[in-house]
T-cell receptor
Framework: QKEVEQDPGPLSVPEGAIVSLNCTYS??????FMWYRQYSRKGPELLMY????GNKEDGRFTAQVDKSSKYISLFIRDSQPSDSATYLC???????????FGPGTRLSVLP | EAGVVQSPRYKIIEKKQPVAFWCNPI?????LYWYRQNLGQGPELLIR????????DSQLPKDRFSAERLKGVDSTLKIQPAELGDSAVYLC?????????????FGPGTRLLVL
């Protein structure tokens, strides 16, 4: 079992839909959680960063962490065609110096 | 502000040939990372530098891969000889320091195809 797992997709939704992207993980020591967006043939760019459990909102994006279930989510409200990309989750513990990335979920928002 | 610069963007080589990738991080960023991203996978760390020092190279296949970061700025990642399985995107990233790695910035990557 991989340390971090994501639904690979592709996930196709109509413009304006609410999108839910999810990651599960096995290491209960993970404390720092990040979501990256990666457009085709580009490097990942940081979207959201959260520490420990709880919610964090930034514009149309909400990151949610449920450590008891080892489950994190990224919600996108009012999705736009420009949101079409691969979304990667990443996480680490308090002691590790490096993040572990999930395999990514490819999202297509159809106009 | 210029982002992380990588070159070349694409490289096609025959197996057993050498290849090198170059990275120029964001000015003032002390920490530099090299990742490999296989198709349909997330990035996997190969090596991390703090200034000139390679502080984590545990995932670097040292029999064929080497890296250097002279003067704590630009970095080069080399593969010699390349194998078919090395085909991937090689990403460079930088951050202010290891305590700021949550805000690491990635370059566009070098897409390598080994034939």
């Amino acid at each position: 079992q991989k340390e971090v797992e994501q639904d690979p997709g592709p996930l196709s939704v109509p413009e304006g839909a609410i999108v839910s992207l999810n990651c599960t993980y096995s290491n209960s020591a993970f404390q720092y959680f990040m979501w990256y967006r990666q457009y085709s043939r580009k490097g990942p760019e940081l979207l959201m960063y959260t520490y420990s459990s709880g919610n964090k909102e930034d514009g149309r994006f909400t990151a949610q962490v449920d450590k008891s279930s080892k489950y994190i989510s990224l919600f996108i409200r009012d999705s736009q065609p420009s949101d079409s990309a691969t979304y990667l989750c990443a996480m680490r513990d308090n002691y590790g110096q490096n993040f572990v990335f999930g395999p990514g979920t490819r999202l297509s928002v159809l106009p | 502000e210029a982002g992380v610069v990588q070159s070349p963007r694409y490289k096609i080589i025959e197996k057993k040939q050498p290849v090198a990738f170059w990275c120029n991080p964001i000015s003032g960023h002390n920490t530099l990372y090299w990742y490999r991203q296989n198709l349909g996978q997330g990035p996997e760390l190969l090596i991390r530098y703090e200034n000139e020092e390679a502080v984590d190279d545990s995932q670097l296949p040292k029999d064929r891969f080497s890296a250097e970061r002279l003067k704590g700025v630009d970095s080069t990642l080399k593969i010699q000889p390349a194998e078919l399985g090395d085909s991937a995107v090689y990403l460079c990233a930088s951050s202010l320091g290891v305590r700021h790695q949550e805000t690491q910035y990635f370059g566009p990557g070098t897409r390598l195809l080994v034939l």
